[in-house]
Antibody, heavy 121, light 108 residues
């Protein structure tokens, strides 16, 4: 069974750096084609894609946020970590991680439940 | 970056109605378009991939069509459990992704 679970702080202060971890099971990020992405959703608003890391450790970032984002993986722990610097109240959102198997098609077939991050002093 | 314009932003329909949502890309994206369903408090669920392919296990009343810049998502006969927000999502060869603004579907 494939599962993904996001974890991280529920509350961060403005200007702080956010670190989120996606822990997954049922697949390996060392398998050719496998990718994990981060997507966020402010309350009541649309989904926004943030970043993706693939099996070959290639990294892709949202154009508008790439200066603030870093994505990395620990294959041995089945984890993907996203850091976002200089947090602002507009970054308040539910953050999801999702799997993509680029060997078959480019869509997010499995998602975590999401973790709500509030940015407030 | 490619922009996606999804319409309408909200829609009210009766059980049994045919429902159509459109998504327009700012440039040709071939068939690189997916559709997701999101129910309140839940993660999105993939329904349609590559514009017209039904994900395994998804009811056949859901369908998608289009290519290039104009895409359509259809529910042939609306069911009460279809109440959700629907999103289109495009991808490109640079592995950059964009979601539409969403369509909130309600029962009339």
């Amino acid at each position: 069974q494939v599962t993904l679970r996001e974890s991280g702080p529920a509350l961060v202060k403005p200007t702080q750096t956010l670190t989120l971890t996606c822990t997954f099971s049922g697949f390996s990020l060392s398998t050719s084609g496998m990718c994990v992405s981060w997507i966020r959703q402010p309350p009541g608003k649309a989904l926004e894609w943030l970043a993706l890391i693939d099996w070959d450790d290639d990294k892709y970032y949202s154009t508008s946020l790439k200066t603030r984002l870093t994505i990395s993986k620990d294959t041995s722990k089945n984890q993907v970590v996203l850091t976002m610097t200089n947090m602002d109240p507009v970054d308040t959102a539910t953050y999801y991680c999702a799997r993509m198997d680029a060997a078959t098609a480019w869509y997010f077939d499995l998602w975590g439940r999401g973790t709500l991050v509030t940015v407030s002093s | 970056d490619i922009q996606m314009t999804q319409s309408p932003s909200s829609l009210s329909a009766s059980v049994g109605d045919r429902v159509t949502i459109t998504c327009q890309a700012s440039q040709d994206i071939s068939n690189y378009l997916n559709w997701y369903q999101q129910k309140p408090g839940k993660a999105p669920k993939l329904l349609i991939y590559d514009a017209s392919n039904l994900e395994t296990g998804v009811p056949s009343r859901f369908s998608g069509s289009g290519s290039g810049t104009d895409f359509t998502f259809t529910i042939s006969s609306l069911q009460p459990e279809d109440i959700a927000t629907y999103y289109c999502q495009q991808y490109d060869n640079l592995l950059l992704f964009t979601f539409g603004q969403g369509t909130k579907l309600e029962i009339k």
